[in-house]
């Protein structure tokens, strides 16, 4: 029995299939499939050593997948560890593997202008370059973050479980500017899911499922371009 996570894409003549292992039922594989799109055979498969939650994401000749040892799981919180590995997508061979050991990484790799985006538990965004890994720069929100970033006009957005916005300059990894959901609502949440930018302006949703602010009112709202 496979535990199939729900982000499957399709670049060309492949479908491309996360899978994870659940711990606690002990079902399923850490990897990603490669079916061919015209027969669902399999081209190839490769395992990974951390569950691939957010799924991949094609760069060129490449699929970068996240890696995370947790859940969305706050209280797991420490401990948590990642990866984001690139694998060539036509053999499902590793071209370059990142560890991060002190934070796993959720969200979908947000991939422009030839660096890889991705956002971790230890409340780090961090820039690879897509062509051999070697880190670009490192970004500290200083709040964990579960939510994939988004990149737009230059700009990667990504936000935190302290419920926060961050605007960072895709170059050079500097801050362009926050935003504090929380505090300018009125209301204290945590954000799960990604930035959508959209017309200039952004959409975030928070959420407390869990954490300080469990089964308290959430919010959704729309920032203008700052």
Not at 16 to 28: C, H, N, Q, R
Not at 201 to 214: E, F, M, Q, R, W
């Amino acid at each position: 029995v496979e535990a199939i996570l729900v982000s499957i894409i399709s670049p060309g003549d492949k479908v491309l299939v996360p899978t994870a292992f659940l711990d606690k039922e002990k079902i399923g594989e850490r990897a990603l499939y490669a079916l061919k799109a015209d027969t669902g055979d399999p081209a190839w498969k490769a395992e990974l050593k951390y569950n691939p939650w957010g799924g991949a994401t094609v760069a060129g000749d490449l699929a970068v997948v996240p890696g995370s040892s947790i859940g969305y799981y706050y209280k797991e919180l420490r401990g948590a560890k990642g990866d984001v590995t690139a694998l060539d997508l036509k053999t499902g061979e590793v071209r370059w593997r990142k560890d991060i050991p002190t934070g796993g990484v959720l969200g979908a790799v947000a991939v422009a202008d030839g660096l890889a985006v991705c956002a971790a538990t230890d409340g780090k965004v961090r820039a690879y370059k897509v062509a051999d890994g070697e880190r670009a720069w490192l970004y500290d929100a200083k709040a964990p973050l579960f939510a994939p970033p988004a990149v737009v006009g230059g700009v990667a957005y990504a936000a935190d479980l302290a419920g926060v916005v961050h605007a960072i300059e895709l170059k050079t990894g500097t801050a362009k500017w926050t935003f504090s959901v929380s505090k300018e609502t009125g209301l204290p949440g945590m954000v799960y899911g990604g930035v959508t930018v959209h017309g200039g302006k952004l959409i975030v949703a928070t959420c407390n499922i869990d954490g300080p602010n469990a089964n308290k009112e959430t919010v959704l709202t729309c920032i203008g371009a700052k």
